[in-house]
């Protein structure tokens, strides 16, 4: 069992849908980031957190550190938002290293 | 452009040839990661550096790949000895600070072996 496990693993929606992805984690974390992957390849750091909530533009992060949770919410999805988004944590023992989660292929058709 | 730069963006290499992959970080980043894409699989932790040396190397293989990330100068992944299941995309990641920080990716390399 892999120590980051996301779901689904891949969401197709329509323009305009509100999109959740789940992150679960199996140890304990420093932080855990959420990562987009683009179509071309390249990643884009969207949030890094250890608690509560953070909101940037259509997006929001929350991570429950009790239940070993994290959520990627996307409101008014558009086509554009369309990648791969990754879920990757620091454990509390593994220094600065991520390990990745398998990550989340999103479709958003217009 | 003050991003992460890897360079060349795309390498091609016989099988046991060399493949040598450059990183340059942000201005102002230390820390340097390098990270392994195999086709269809996600990303994993190769090794982590800061200037002059290696901290954590725990996730590279134990022959043929080695890193560096000298006083001056980009970091440098170096793989001897290609072989087909090298190919894969490496990603380097950037960051100010050890620890808690967000790390900023590169475009990654993308290494196909003939």
């Known amino acids: 069992k892999n120590e980051v496990e996301q779901s689904p693993q891949n969401l197709t929606a329509q323009e305009g849908e509100f999109i959740t992805i789940n992150c679960s984690y199996s140890?304990?974390?420093?932080?855990l980031h959420w990562l987009q992957q683009h179509p071309g390849g390249g990643i884009v750091s969207l949030f890094m957190?250890?608690?509560g909530k953070k909101k940037h533009g259509r997006l929001i992060a929350t991570i429950n550190i009790q239940e070993k949770h994290s959520s990627l919410h996307i409101t008014a999805s558009h086509p554009r938002d369309s990648a791969v988004y990754i879920c990757?944590?620091?454990?509390?023992?593994?220094?600065?290293?991520?390990?990745f989660g398998e990550g989340t292929q999103l479709t958003v058709n217009p | 452009n003050a991003g992460v730069m890897q360079n060349p963006r795309h390498l091609v290499r016989r099988r046991g040839q060399e493949a040598r992959l450059r990183c340059s970080p942000m201005?102002?980043?230390?820390?340097v990661y390098w990270y392994r894409q195999l086709p269809e699989e996600g990303l994993k932790f190769m090794v982590y550096?800061?200037?002059?040396?290696?901290?954590?190397e725990s996730g590279m293989p134990k022959e043929r790949f080695s890193a560096e990330f000298p006083k001056e100068g980009p970091s440098i992944l170096r793989i001897q000895q290609v072989v087909r299941g090298d190919s894969a995309a490496y990603f380097c990641?950037?960051?100010?600070?050890?620890?808690?920080?967000?790390?900023?990716f590169g475009d990654g390399t993308r290494l196909s072996i003939l």
């Open positions: 990641a950037s960051s100010p600070i050890r620890g808690l920080a967000p790390q900023h």
């Open positions: 140890v304990g974390i420093s932080a």
């Open positions: 957190l250890s608690s």
């Open positions: 990757a944590v620091i454990g509390e023992t593994s220094g600065s290293r991520l390990t």
């Open positions: 201005k102002g980043h230390s820390h």
């Open positions: 550096l800061q200037k002059e040396n290696i901290i954590d």
